[in-house]
């Protein structure tokens, strides 16, 4: 009968620990929303307005997060001194409260947290072949995650129109610098012309292209009749200005 009772009265304690623990545990969880919001804010402070709206943020991690309320906000200031700030990634910030008065710091936090950035930016409609050019209706405004973007970005589809693929891009990806380039006006082994400008005088011959490129883009061409080789800025109508 003894045992009964001791093995009833540790059941019956249990489950008073488990809801002064699951009560303990949601205050403490109700606690960091508010702390979560001034962190947010302070940092975001330091972001352009431009780019705010397009801030994520998640992973809050607390080591004793204590409750921030109007009235201790009233009594004691809040300062919060962000480590590693950058645009994305992980970031510590160190949160104190001191008296207003007398400067006393009454608690010291830090909070760890991540960042995203995800913007709208052009991005393949549908897959798109190799030296394909690029037209209105093969891009789509997609959010993608920009600092994972390392070879540059259009955010509308006015600059990318007209460019050409350098290679295969999957349908869904961001049309970048790396995977687009301008339209190619001479390709690799072309006949251009080579234009020479010195003291007022203009010769011209011709040269090989030795590699494909766009309007304006300097390319090496080949002196067919002296073999040498030459930096050109790439003309209209397959001509080539020596640099």
């Given at each position: 009968?003894?045992k ?33 919001r ?32 109007a ?77 994972g ?5 259009y ?7 007209g ?8 349908a ?53 009749q ?12 397959k ?5």
């Amino acid at each position: 009968m003894f045992k009964i009772k001791t093995f009833a009265f540790i059941i019956l304690a249990a489950v008073l620990l488990s809801v002064i623990f699951s009560d303990a545990g949601f205050a403490y969880a109700a606690k960091k929303p508010n702390l979560k919001r001034i962190v947010i804010k302070s940092y975001l402070s330091k972001i352009p307005l431009k780019f705010k709206k397009y801030f994520h943020f998640s992973n809050f991690a607390y080591n004793i997060p204590f409750k921030i309320t109007a009235g201790i906000l009233k009594s004691y200031s809040v300062s919060i001194a962000i480590n590693n700030l950058k645009y994305s990634g992980y970031h510590t910030a160190i949160i104190k409260i001191s008296d207003k008065k007398s400067g006393t710091i009454k608690g010291i936090d830090d909070v760890t947290f991540k960042t995203e950035i995800y913007a709208p930016v052009a991005s393949a409609a549908e897959t798109i072949g190799r030296f394909q050019i690029i037209k209105p209706g093969d891009v789509k405004i997609s959010y993608k995650n920009i600092p994972g973007l390392n070879d540059g970005y259009y955010l509308n589809d006015k600059n990318i129109a007209g460019r050409e693929a350098k290679f295969f891009i999957a349908a869904g990806s961001a049309l970048t610098k790396a995977n687009t380039e301008r339209k190619r006006i001479i390709n690799f082994g072309d006949t251009v012309n080579i234009i020479y400008k010195s003291s007022g005088l203009i010769l011209k011959t011709k040269g090989m292209a030795l590699q494909a490129g766009a309007l304006n883009s300097v390319i090496r061409v080949k002196n067919i009749q002296s073999g040498t080789v030459l930096n050109c800025l790439l003309k209209p109508y397959k001509s080539v200005a020596v640099r």
